[in-house]
């Protein structure tokens, strides 16, 4: 995609040896606070008033993925259940109107990848999530990882929406499958979050130009925006965000039937003009310490990124 070195960097970063020397060097932390909120709840609870003053809303994302025991995967819904009672005495203050909070949700984070009932696992955590967000008044997304797991994490999903509705889904539209998902899942009320997609894919299953994905990503705009359910725009590209308002003029969509969404850190001068030109914005907001795999796939996105994580070593 836009990075030649994207695939190569996304390999290397699964290299135990890639990862140790990238979490010990010298100039890794300071370009990981520009992606990530910090490692506690606390700086995310912080980053997330600061957001909600200047009138964005957000979606929090405890970083983690691929947990391999279930004890770690206790360990992380108990972290979502005190960020959940925390995001819900926010709201109760009166700091957060109706739904600007969410929580982001990653199902291998929860055990889906466990190799014995991982999937019902994953489903048990991720109800108790959302029982624990609906007490809350707060929404829950979930995200996309690799195709390998888009089944499963779909069918959960469904599952899911069985008795909480409001519960978001996230589509890659580099996937050559994500066209027909969209149509399957525009229905009423479904809220659909619409990404190009960050993992390594073969071609197999998945678009591998720039041109191809950004194609896809405007036809599944047309699907969604042309559905009864709540289109989540979630991309930086200046064409997408246009070919979203062009879509919402199209369908006669009001400023309220959907919504723009960026990663915390990128393009923060973008995020809030659209949300001072009255359209929602909601801003992904990562924290943690797990923060290696999200942060690589933030620095294989652009070279620029990688660029300045380099030079930052070699004037140590
Ligand atoms: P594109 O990559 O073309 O970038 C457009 C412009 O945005 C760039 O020119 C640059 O200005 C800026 N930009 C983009 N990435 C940048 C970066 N890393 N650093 C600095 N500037 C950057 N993916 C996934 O597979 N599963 C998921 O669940 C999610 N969830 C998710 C939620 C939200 C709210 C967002 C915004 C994105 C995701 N993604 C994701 C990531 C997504 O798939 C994609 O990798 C990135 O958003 C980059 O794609 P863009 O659409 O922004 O376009």
């Given at each position: 995609m836009a990075n030649p070195l994207r695939p190569a960097i996304l390999?290397?970063?699964?290299?135990?040896r890639v990862k140790s020397a990238i979490t010990h060097a010298?100039?890794?932390?300071?370009?990981?606070?520009?992606?990530?909120?910090?490692?506690?709840?606390?700086?995310?609870?912080?980053?997330?008033?600061a957001l909600l003053d200047s009138g964005r809303s957000v979606s929090l994302d405890h970083l983690g993925e691929d947990t391999t025991d279930i004890t770690q995967a206790k360990v992380v819904v108990a972290e979502y259940r005190s960020l959940?009672?925390?995001?819900?005495?926010l709201a109760e203050a009166g700091e957060a109107g109706a739904r600007r909070l969410e929580v982001s949700v990653k199902l291998s984070a929860l055990g889906q990848a466990l190799p014995r009932d991982g999937d019902k696992i994953a489903l048990d955590h991720a109800r108790e999530l959302c029982e624990a967000a609906q007490s809350a008044g707060v929404w829950v997304s979930v995200d996309a990882e690799d195709h390998t797991?888009?089944?499963?994490?779909?069918?959960?999903?469904?599952?899911l929406r069985a008795d909480f509705p409001w519960v978001g889904a996230v589509l890659q539209a580099y996937l050559r499958r994500t066209e027909s998902d969209c149509r399957d899942l525009a229905g009423p009320d479904s809220r659909i979050r619409l990404c190009k997609g960050a993992y390594r894919e073969s071609a197999s299953v998945a678009f591998q130009s720039t041109a191809?994905?950004?194609?896809?990503?405007?036809?599944?705009l047309t699907i969604l925006f042309g559905g009864d359910g709540y289109p989540m725009v979630a991309s930086h590209d200046p064409a997408m965000i246009d070919a979203a308002g062009a879509e919402a003029r199209r369908t006669g969509r009001g400023p309220d039937r959907y919504e723009h969404q960026m990663l915390f850190g990128i393009r923060d001068v973008e995020q809030q003009r659209l949300a001072d030109a009255g359209t929602r914005m909601r801003v992904y907001v990562p924290y943690g310490a797990q923060w290696y795999g999200y942060f690589m796939r933030r620095l294989a996105e652009r070279p620029a990124n990688l660029t300045f994580f380099l030079r930052s070593l070699a004037t140590r």
């Open positions: 390999a290397a970063s699964r290299s135990p010298p100039g890794t932390r300071s370009l990981v606070t520009r992606f990530v909120a910090g490692e506690s709840r606390a700086d995310a609870l912080a980053a997330t008033r959940l009672g925390d995001l819900g005495a797991t888009t089944d499963s994490t779909l069918s959960i999903v469904s599952a191809e994905v950004d194609d896809s990503y405007r036809r599944c």
